[in-house]
């Protein structure tokens, strides 16, 4: 595994904030407070009210004095407007954009940056998996279209996060932005401790590079005795994923998915992910739709470890994106992510073996021809890569 690897921080404290209207004040009463300094590291940003919200905010913080540094995505801002870009250089925000666009790199467009981070004053830091647009919250109406958690964070463990920032923030200056040198943390993945209380560390991705945020997880879900839920919107896991789902659900464990429903913003992902039903129906795995509006959230509870973040677990994120995820050993913060899974369950329709093979032929199709779309155009970019 190329990269270094942060270590488990104790003396922690993490708040579970979900959906937008709960966290995104948080965020810009953070942000307004902030002294010294604040960095914001998006994928999706969209020009609306909730970016506008964003942007004054940030605005004011530098017109005090405070060392504002934002780094965006370049495709996924591509609807954040000239006239927001510049309100914020013109304020004297420092703004980079990762892996700018260009017709000649082909296959070296599709590395992005999907992490999701806002770090203030190195005391504070908010991630997990939300952009800034009107779906993840609308302040005028203050409503979420969009299910969404976020982690505030406090303690030892901001300094990683802030160590993590800086790092993409001086690689970015380079033309192969997604590939940073490596001169810190671990040379292995360390053992997760037996128990503790807010114990927590960084995980990560860098496209292809390094990918501890993918071998903590098999690892959790390989040790798993009693529970393991995962929440994703876009189910298309790693082969050495699936496999550990079906092996903990042979031996016992209790194994649930919470996926979205048919409100979605790629239908097209979700009926190629319809192709690994069966078998996980069959060896146990419990699968839940969730029906009220597009589930954002990428969050997983194995027993009492937890880990949030921007990281889908997908083979596309995997191989193509940074991705950065908390990993957490704390009652509370556990006990907040199990009822927010309870809460979602309960709003959710479960898959019955018996119903999905009486699914309409036109599903039957959708599913066909998607799957076949993924299996091809992942495996031709992973090999062009």
């Not at 942007?55 to 006239?83: K, N, P, W």
């Not at 913003?265 to 129906?281: I, K, M, T, W």
């Not at 073996?353 to 021809?369: G, M």
Request: aromatic share 12%; glycine share 6%; proline share 4%.
């Amino acid at each position: 595994m190329a990269g270094a690897i942060f270590p488990w921080r104790e003396g922690n404290h993490f708040e579970l904030l979900i959906d937008g209207p709960q966290f995104f004040p948080r965020m810009l009463v953070a942000i307004a407070r902030a002294e010294e300094q604040v960095e914001l590291e998006l994928y999706l940003v969209e020009a609306g009210v909730c970016a506008e919200a964003m942007v004054q905010a940030l605005v004011q913080a530098a017109e005090r004095g405070v060392r504002v540094r934002c780094l965006f995505d370049d495709y996924g801002s591509l609807a954040f407007t000239l006239t927001l870009r510049q309100r914020l250089m013109a304020a004297g925000v420092e703004l980079r954009f990762y892996n700018r666009l260009s017709w000649r790199r082909w296959v070296g467009n599709f590395y992005r940056d999907h992490r999701k981070l806002l770090l203030v004053d190195q005391s504070l830091a908010v991630v997990g998996g939300t952009g800034v647009t009107d779906e993840f919250w609308n302040p005028n109406e203050n409503v979420s279209e969009w299910h969404e958690v976020m982690v505030e964070i406090t303690g030892p463990l901001v300094l990683d996060w802030q160590l993590l920032f800086d790092r993409q923030w001086i690689a970015n200056r380079h033309r192969r932005a997604w590939r940073p040198a490596s001169h810190f943390g671990l040379p292995r993945l360390p053992r997760v401790p037996s128990k503790g209380e807010g114990m927590g560390r960084v995980a990560y991705a860098d496209a292809r590079q390094h990918r501890d945020i993918l071998q903590a997880l098999i690892r959790a879900l390989n040790s798993g005795q009693k529970r393991i839920w995962l929440a994703t919107p876009y189910f298309l896991p790693t082969w050495k994923v699936r496999r550990s789902l079906r092996r903990a659900a042979a031996r016992g464990v209790d194994v649930r998915l919470l996926l979205t429903g048919p409100r979605t913003d790629h239908p097209s992902v979700r009926y190629a992910g319809h192709r690994y039903y069966p078998r996980l129906l069959k060896a146990g795995v419990k699968i839940f739709e969730y029906q009220p509006c597009f589930l954002h959230l990428k969050m997983v509870v194995v027993d009492h470890w937890v880990s949030i973040g921007s990281c889908n677990f997908d083979h596309w994120n995997l191989r193509f994106n940074l991705e950065a995820n908390l990993e957490a050993l704390d009652p509370g913060l556990t006990a907040a992510v199990v009822a927010s899974f309870e809460r979602d369950f309960g709003l959710s329709e479960q898959v019955s073996l018996e119903e999905w093979q009486r699914r309409p032929l036109w599903r039957r199709v959708k599913q066909r021809i998607w799957g076949w779309v993924d299996r091809v155009v992942v495996n031709l970019l992973d090999r062009r890569g």
